[in-house]
């Protein structure tokens, strides 16, 4: 895949994450992209480690239009460096998948590893029964994952596992970061005939507006509303994912309540 990069660079420019955050949200970012390549549906895929101290929350998203986004929530003073484990501290990972018009499925993923591959590849092994490798690695300013996996076939291919994935062992971060798929595919495996084909773009997206935020200010009542510009002069949101602000006054707050409502901006609130 192609863009985990330029996304990974543009949600991090929307927030003043430090680099220990934003190290783990760049794995979960290159790892979600990973997932949701093997889904065979339209809908999306989420990472979501959770913790009861300083980190509160990490998430990352990808959807089948290959659209990334991600956030995270923390309080107080971080260490400079820190594992995942180390981050969400007695947490867990939860990862759900959600098709259109289709089931939930959530599965929760002990932090046993110390980091994000280890736990995915735990996952794997129990939940799945699919041998799975997986490395992930984030820069300065770059994040990028490599994914190997047993495809369910007859016959027995142990033997072949064990020889692929001690070659893409050998895979360092450098390499990962820095070289192009072609060749990281030519030094792993080059007496294996490999396929490579076309990449599928990523790109950051949120997918929050102006009509869906004002739907989720209707879970209060006109009056808590209006009382909220009494006291303001205005109501403003801020979607925690892109952080885009979205402000709304009282003609917003009459024209939702009435019949023909429909949440479109005003002329005094930009």
């Known amino acids: 895949m ?3 990069e330029a996304s990974f660079q543009e949600a991090m420019q929307r927030h003043g994450y430090p680099q220990v955050i934003r190290n783990v949200l760049g794995e979960m970012m290159a790892a979600v992209s990973l997932l949701s390549a093997t889904l065979k549906f339209e809908g999306r895929l989420s990472l979501q480690a959770q913790g009861n101290h300083s980190v509160k929350a990490l998430m990352a998203e990808c959807n089948h239009q ?3 986004r991600a956030i995270a929530r923390f309080e107080g003073e971080l260490p400079e460096e820190a594992d995942l484990k180390e981050l969400i501290q007695d947490g867990q990972l939860v990862i759900t998948i959600e098709p259109e018009g289709g089931k939930r499925y959530q599965g929760v993923v002990p932090l046993e590893g110390d980091h994000l591959s280890q736990c995915l590849e735990t996952y794997f092994s129990r939940s799945e029964q699919l041998p799975t490798q997986i490395h992930l690695a984030t820069g300065e300013d770059k994040a990028a994952g ?3 996996q047993v495809m369910p076939v007859e016959g027995d291919r142990e033997d072949q ?12 971060d450098d390499e990962l970061l820095n070289l192009d798929n072609e060749t990281i595919l030519r030094r792993l495996f080059h007496e294996e005939e490999c396929r490579l084909y076309e990449p599928e773009l990523l790109q950051f997206n949120c997918d929050c507006s102006r009509e869906r935020t004002g739907h989720a200010l209707q879970y209060l009542t006109q009056d808590e509303l209006e009382d909220i510009i009494r006291e303001e002069g205005k109501i403003e949101v801020n979607c925690q994912f892109c952080n885009e602000n979205y402000q709304f006054d009282q003609a917003d707050i009459t024209q939702m309540f009435s019949a023909t409502a429909n949440v ?3 002329d005094q609130v930009h």
Do not use: C, N, Y
């Open 146 to 148: 490599f994914l190997i």
């Open 66 to 68: 290959r659209d990334l």
């Open 2 to 4: 192609a863009g985990v």
């Open 161 to 172: 596992w064990e020889h692929f994935s001690q070659l893409a062992a050998t895979l360092s």
């Open 264 to 266: 479109k901006p005003s």
